[in-house]
C-alpha cells in the first residue's frame, strides 16, 4: 500500500504529512526541500517524484510509505500499486492568501492583486465519495 498526500500548495499537505509522521508512518522524503518561515517544521518532500510522468516506476519506491504528490501529477499515477490517497482541501481564499504571504517572504509578490478576497468559501467533500473516483486504484 503506497499512501499519498495531495492537494493544492499551501492546502495543508505538509502539516499532514508532519501528523502522519508523528503517528509513526515513514515517510519518503529526502529533505532537499529545508523548512523555512513558512514552513517551520519542513515540506517533508521526495524530489524525485517530480518525474512520475516521465518515470512511472519510481512511485515504488513508496511502497509500505506516505508520500507527497502535486495535485496535478496524480493522474500520472500508475497502476499495479494499491493506494490510499488523501487529498487536503482548504478554501480557496485561504489558499491564494497562504500563496501570497509565501510571496511576500520570499520577495516576489505581485503587489497588484488579481482576485477579489471575498470568494465565496466552498463547501468540503472530505469523507464524502466524489463522482468518478475510486478508493484503491490498482
Known amino acids: 500500500m503506497i499512501t499519498i498526500v495531495?492537494?493544492?500548495?499551501?492546502?495543508?499537505?505538509?502539516?499532514?504529512?508532519?501528523?502522519?509522521?508523528?503517528?509513526?508512518?515513514?515517510v519518503l522524503s529526502d529533505g532537499e526541500r529545508q523548512a523555512d518561515v513558512d514552513n517551520p517544521r519542513g515540506y517533508l518532500e521526495w524530489e524525485r517524484i517530480k518525474q512520475l510522468p516521465q518515470d512511472p516506476a519510481c512511485i515504488a519506491e513508496a511502497e509500505g510509505k506516505v508520500v507527497k504528490v502535486i495535485s496535478r501529477l496524480l493522474l500520472s499515477i500508475p497502476a499495479g500499486h494499491e493506494y490510499r490517497v488523501i487529498f487536503m482541501q482548504r478554501p480557496l481564499p485561504e489558499v491564494l492568501a497562504s500563496q501570497e504571504t509565501m510571496l511576500l517572504h520570499r520577495g516576489t509578490a505581485n503587489l497588484e492583486p488579481t482576485m477579489p478576497r471575498s470568494l465565496p468559501h466552498s463547501r468540503s467533500t472530505c469523507g464524502k465519495s466524489m463522482p468518478g473516483s475510486t478508493a484503491n486504484r490498482t
Do not use: D, K, V, Y
Not at 505538509?14 to 508523528?22: F, G, I, K, R, V
Open 6 to 26: 495531495s492537494g493544492l500548495p499551501r492546502s495543508g499537505t505538509s502539516l499532514m504529512m508532519q501528523m502522519l509522521a508523528a503517528g509513526g508512518m515513514p
